[in-house]
């Protein structure tokens, strides 16, 4: 089965660390563009980062630009999101997205959901 | 990085048709073919409807359809379903090599 799973959710502090996992199956996962999207409660979607297929190029939105790192080990068919200075504003469901062409967001994960606060 | 603007909400009777308007700049929306369309259930993770303005995953209903002129894309839902009444967002590709969501729209189906 395709699919796309996301972990490492979780309540952490004000200025602290976590990082997300996004495991991909039954895919190639090395062939492809990856994003993170996330979800504020009962808000709307907020485009995080994304990188290209071999790690060597990253886009972030300025709200986490500095703070949040994407990356990915292809060799573990895996995605990544080490999200450090966290704010309360940065509670959000993550959800992580295969995007094969530009606007192709074909396939999402079921999201992890982060929770900052003290 | 400013949020697409959408209507907070849009209602319709079963059968009959919508649209849902996504309005940006000649940074995003008018700058490119690469606004995509996404339809959330409560609870659920988001399912691509449209992608590149006009292009429906195959195994998405032709009930659904894209279009886009100047700086304003829609998204058009024909023959209205119980099954339809979700919330739905726009996004689009930026100049700046980001992407770029709309606030979402919360579709009621009377």
């Known amino acids: 089965e395709v699919q796309l799973v996301e972990s490492g959710g979780g309540l952490v502090q004000p200025g602290g660390s976590l990082r997300l996992s996004c495991a991909a199956s039954?895919?190639?996962?090395?062939?492809?563009?990856m994003h993170w999207v996330r979800q504020a409660p009962g808000k709307g979607l907020v485009w995080v980062s994304r990188?290209?297929?071999?790690?060597?190029?990253?886009n972030y939105a300025d709200s986490v630009k500095g703070r949040f790192t994407i990356s990915r080990d292809n060799a573990k068919n895996t995605l990544y999101l080490q999200m450090n200075s966290l704010r309360a504003e940065d509670t959000a469901v993550y959800y992580c997205?295969?995007?094969?062409?530009?606007?192709?967001?074909?396939?999402w994960g079921r999201g992890t959901l982060v929770t900052v606060s003290s | 990085q400013s949020a697409l603007t959408q209507p907070a909400s849009v209602s319709g009777s079963p059968g009959q048709s919508i649209t849902i308007s996504c309005t940006g700049t000649?940074?995003?929306?008018?700058?490119?073919?690469?606004v995509s369309w996404f339809q959330q259930h409560p609870g659920k993770a988001p399912k691509l409807m449209i992608y590149?303005?006009?292009n429906r995953p195959s195994e998405i209903s032709n009930r659904f359809s894209g279009s886009k002129s100047g700086n304003t894309a829609s998204l058009t839902i024909s023959g209205l379903q119980a099954e339809d009444e979700a919330d739905y967002y726009c996004?689009?590709?930026?100049?700046?090599?980001?992407?770029?969501f709309g606030g979402g729209t919360k579709l009621t189906v009377l």
């Open positions: 997205a295969r995007v094969p062409k530009t606007t192709l967001f074909d396939l």
């Open positions: 039954g895919l190639t996962f090395s062939t492809y563009w």
């Open positions: 990188i290209n297929s071999d790690g060597s190029s990253t």
């Open positions: 000649s940074s995003d929306v008018g700058g490119y073919n690469h």
């Open positions: 590149d303005v006009t």
């Open positions: 996004s689009s590709y930026t100049t700046s090599g980001t992407w770029v």
